[in-house]
């Protein structure tokens, strides 16, 4: 017999399955089921269990959970009674469940971020194969550190802080931008993301941690602050450079003057030539505060990087002492840049003098490689600053001590340097940036303590022919009495340059102001063989006052000088018309030279 549970649970009315195999009208089979409950309970005598799919009459699935009890009479098992229970909805349920703990299970192990459970003591629960990549570590190997292990050691302060606040109840979530270590030492930047599950008391249960690799991002981060601090002090410097040869100038100026008057033995000879030698000295570290700030007179060709390093490392090897093994792979085919050799020799040497440096106490190695590189989609990312295509890579890289990471963050800063006193300036990876940035080109640097330093210099590649040049300084060249307008806001440069050209045998009209200038060559242009303009002035610009002098007279030689400009170059002013660009401070022999040429200039297309 079957009760009426069990009738309404397989669709039959339970006078149907009398004298029935319950295989048969359960199961629908032909014979005794696999595993039979009601078998094993006769057979051994104790209640037997299992659960199994069997099918309705209207042909749909019924889970059930099968028990059979063993029926005695006189001690001998004469049968059995067993108990269906339907648990087609638990195992929808199960199923369901199972799916989702699946896909759970899937986006743990197979999503793009590092994912790890903790325990309210910081321990570990889980962690899934991501966070173990991002990290370097072998999944038994993460079991065996603590979280505080792989924590920066400057970051480990504010990380407990916040866990102790969600462990305390004072809140459920927080997110920080924080920095690992990996297993081979290399700083891991990520965005963590913490979350915790709680019981209906508020404690915790387990913590639940998203870790983002960001470090590329705060990279290319870090290269667009380092560059706008760059572009702000490179323009103060600028400005600095600016005002600072004004005064060089007249420092300049008056000495050569003086020098002029007096006699080669006389005492007070030696002491103007001293003035002049400082001012010298003076004037290269403007000319290196001027490379910083990527605004200085230069003259680019194609010229041969491999020819440039290998000129650079004939003088570095008697310069870095013997404890140093000084390597090179430089190949032999021509990498050709369009570049002022002189600066990019200056940025190999500044290099490798640091590297040496940073080698001194200790030895080590000092490699020097060029070598060509393409910038496109896949590594763009790591250049923002510098467009795609064909680069001439420099590698300089030294076995030192390394540099701190604090330090990383401003060695490019002018005057920066953590050398004791008489030892630097601070001013040669400062000038370096400011050469390699002003041919188009990118600098970046890579360290670790204890791992040495390496710098990588991108210089746009070229297609062209190799120039050479070679020039001797020209000779004082004095004029054939023509007239030259001298135009400068300063008053003082006004009467320094008027002496200057009238010791070289021209007449001279000048002026300090540039409308005024304007009115004098106005009304009588034809009076004048050459202008010579400064290039800042109120109201009216040396390059606008040249335009209007062009305007009314298109043949007079235009000479204009300045200490520093961002707004004009030496090739934007000759392609205005202007036939010269001279920087200040200037001396006597530079200024006569350039106004020999100019007027020689006017003379042949007269």
């Given at each position: 017999m079957v009760n009426r549970k069990c009738a309404q649970m397989y669709g039959k009315p339970a006078e149907q399955y009398a004298g029935k195999f319950c295989y048969a009208e359960f199961e629908n089979a032909g014979s005794t089921c696999h595993e039979c409950p009601g078998a094993a309970a006769m057979k051994t005598g104790l209640m037997a269990q299992v659960e199994r799919t069997a099918v309705r009459m209207d042909g749909s699935r019924l889970d059930t959970n099968v028990m059979a009890f063993p029926v005695f009479e006189n001690g001998t098992v004469k049968g059995f009674i067993?108990?269906?229970?339907?648990i087609t909805k638990r195992k929808a349920l199960e199923e369901k469940l199972g799916e989702r703990e699946a896909f759970f299970r899937a986006q743990f192990e197979l999503g793009n971020i590092g994912i790890a459970i903790i325990s309210v003591d910081r321990v570990w629960l889980r962690v899934n194969r991501r966070l173990c990549s991002m990290l370097g570590y072998t999944e038994e190997e993460f079991y065996e550190k603590t979280w505080e292990d792989m924590t920066y050691p400057a970051d480990r302060a504010g990380s407990r802080e916040q866990f102790d606040r969600?462990?305390?109840?004072?809140?459920?979530?927080?997110?920080?931008?924080r920095r690992y270590v990996r297993k081979n030492g290399d700083i891991l930047w990520v965005h963590l993301a913490v979350a915790c599950f709680r019981e209906q008391d508020?404690?915790?249960r387990f913590v639940i941690a998203s870790l983002q690799d960001i470090t590329q991002r705060r990279q290319m981060e870090e290269q667009l602050r380092q560059s706008q601090k760059m572009e702000a002090i490179g323009t103060l410097a600028g400005g600095i450079a600016h005002d600072f040869n004004n005064i060089l100038a007249a420092i300049v100026g008056n000495a050569e003057l003086a020098l002029l008057e007096l006699q080669p033995e006389a005492p007070a000879a030696g002491n103007v030539d001293q003035i002049l030698k400082a001012s010298g000295r003076a004037r290269n570290l403007v000319r290196q505060i001027l490379a910083f700030s990527r605004r200085q007179d230069q003259e680019r060709r194609p010229v041969d990087m491999c020819m440039i390093v290998n000129e650079a490392v004939k003088l570095l090897r008697a310069l870095v002492p013997?404890?140093?093994?000084?390597?090179?792979?430089?190949?032999a085919d021509a990498h050709i840049v369009e570049a002022d050799p002189t600066r990019?020799?200056?940025?190999?040497i500044n290099l490798c003098t640091n590297a040496a440096q940073a080698m001194e106490a200790g030895g080590g190695v000092l490699e020097i490689e060029v070598s060509s590189m393409q910038i496109d989609a896949r590594n763009q990312g790591r250049y923002p600053d510098i467009a795609?295509?064909?680069y001439v890579r420099l590698k300089v890289r030294d076995t030192g001590p390394g540099i701190d990471p604090q330090c990383m963050q401003r060695i490019f800063d002018p005057f920066f340097?953590?050398?004791e006193i008489g030892r630097g300036t601070g001013m040669g990876l400062a000038v370096a940036h400011g050469i390699v940035k002003d041919h188009g080109g990118s600098i970046t640097a890579h360290s670790r303590p204890g791992k040495g330093a390496t710098f990588y210099v991108l210089i746009p590649h070229v297609a062209g022919e190799i120039v050479e040049k070679s020039e001797a300084p020209p000779e004082i060249q004095r004029g054939g009495g023509g007239t030259v307008l001298l135009i400068d806001d300063e008053e003082m440069l006004v009467d320094l340059g008027t002496a200057i050209l009238k010791t070289l045998g021209y007449s001279v009209v000048s002026s300090a102001s540039s409308p005024e200038a304007l009115k004098i060559f106005t009304a009588d242009p034809q009076s004048f063989d050459a202008v010579i303009t400064d290039f800042t002035m109120p109201y009216l610009t040396g390059y606008e006052l040249a335009q209007e002098f062009l305007r009314i007279r298109a043949d007079i030689p235009i000479i204009l000088c300045t200490g520093f400009s961002s707004q004009i170059s030496e090739e934007q002013a000759q392609a205005a018309g202007i036939r010269a660009f001279v920087m200040k401070p200037y001396n006597m022999r530079e200024i006569a030279a350039t106004l020999q040429a100019v007027l020689a200039t006017r003379q042949s297309t007269a």
């Open positions: 067993e108990v269906s229970e339907d969600m462990i305390a109840g004072e809140i459920d979530t927080y997110e920080l931008d508020r404690r915790v013997t404890t140093i093994d000084l390597k090179t792979s430089v190949p990019i020799h200056q940025v190999i795609p295509g064909r340097t953590t050398k």
